[in-house]
RNA sequence: GCCAGCGUAUCCUAGUAGUUAAGGAGGCGGCCUGCAGAGCCGUUGCUUUCAGCAUCGUGGGUGCAAAUCCCACCGCUGGCUCCA
């Protein structure tokens, strides 16, 4: 029985989809303006987790992740400028061309992260006519109002604005640092069309729409996509925490006010990490690329340091936890090895064991995808293993799928060996250990021994085992 | 200033009232090995033969029972600007 973490009752509930066996989700993806960083990365695997999860309980899972390419301003009080276009202008190129080149990144490191792609990633520029419906309706119900080609939502009109923060509006609205937008109603109010003209400048992405050239605010197109490809109440909708103070409210008070039917079930918020015990920020000049991370260390463990923690914890990013994600990968992979040079044996110990991981691993991800404690289980079964290779080889058999198919789940894909599948290296290897063996044999080995030492400085690692020697690559 | 959350053994991280605080990393000892590696077993708060005592930031409180609930304090992080 699957429990998830609510945001909106701040406990976690016992999951049921809208329609029996299908799972309708949203996640709030990337403004394309720059880099993938590894928070995001981290919030973007979190997901995968959910979803491939929900894939392996059996439920059809579709998944709706947008792409912001316009109308995400530098300051939400919807008096900066879009982060797109000033990004572009710095560079020197179009908008376009900046929002294709950062998509193209975006899944070089979204494949690297072993991260399924979503059902369907919709650029918000791809939804500006449903954008503009929406808004119709929001001004006949008297939800929104029109000020000098601007359109803005009247927070005050809807009841239980900010239930989801749990802000009160009076007390934050008199904390309030930051300019208001003087063509604002009140504070909380936000853009859901801005003119495209301001001052002398023109916003180089703008449509046509009943109220002049403009161009759509940030919060309405995770509104539209999720009621457009998914419908009007939504199963899950996830985002990072930083949302739930203003995104989320808006998408809801947008949301509701147009169809009047609730819009989401599950909101799940994934934490922030830190950075080496520290906020990430540009400022400080300690944010991390996901690129320069898997360019590094590799995506496997990039993404197995990113799921070791709970989602919900904020947990720090730093070269501890590189080292362990390293090391718990070699685990792994020696368990794996050992299986495969196994040639079993009669014992038949295992298959209790096979079945007792699999309902530990559901145990701790049925707990709101308590990752931790299924790697717990996971590693309590590579000891079993490990200790009864004398099993046999169908059993051994049974278990390396299993563990494969569990770490996939996690979105650690085990499947690819790790080592050449070049022949010629594999005869050069069999050539060098046959000259080892040799060697040993004669009892010279302070050649065998210069050998191994060799061989391992150049990443490979021989291992003299009970049933002859066998290699692997090391880094 | 206001709001939210966190503090678990050497380190990382689960656990949010019910016998021995899960798991991992690192350290140490052992088995195995010609030696390594891998793997397995033990150990890693204190006194230790058996055993006993302590322990989840600190100090109080509630309960038969607390890492877990309440209060205070100390420390840390985040939000109230943009963020995943």
Redesign the pocket.
Known sequence: MLKIYNTMT?QKEVFKPIEEGRVRIYT????VY?D?????A???SSWDVVVRYLRYKGYDVFHVQNF?DVG??????DQ?ED?IEKRAREENINPWELVDKQIQEYWQVIDNLNIQRPNISPRATAVIPDMIEIIKILLEKGYAYEVEGNVYYDTFKFKDYGKL??L?LD??KA????VQDPLKRN?YDFALWLNARKGDQIHIMRWNSPWGEGYPG?HLECSVMGMKYLGETLDIH??????????HPNEIAQSEAATGKKFVNWWM???????N??????S?GNYVTARELIDEHGGLVVRMGLV?????????W?P??I??AK??I??IR??L??IEHSSGGNSETLKSAIKEVRSSFEE?MD??F????A??????F??????S?DNKKEILNKARDTLIELLGVLGLDFTKKKGFDDKKINELMEIIINI?EQS?KE?N??L??KI?KKL?EVGI??????EG??WKI?T
């Open positions: 701040r709030c993806g990337q403004t720059d993938v960083h590894i928070g995001n981290r919030t973007y912001t995400h301003l530098t300051d939400d009080a900066g982060k923060a749990k009160k007390e934050e904390q309030a640092r930051v504070y940030w996830g985002g990072g925490i930083d949302h739930i103070p203003t995104h918020h994934a934490e922030f990490i830190t950075l015990g520290q906020k990430m920020s540009k400080l070791s923690g709970h989602y919900r914890s904020a947990v720090d730093n501890k936890v080292e362990n090391s718990n070699e685990k020696n368990c090895n050992n701790a707990d709101d308590n990752t931790p404690r790697f717990a289980a996971i590693y309590e590579i000891k079993q293993v490990n200790s290779l080892r040993r009892k080995y302070e065998s021994d191994r391992r690692q021989i291992e003299d085992g009970a020697p066998r090391t």
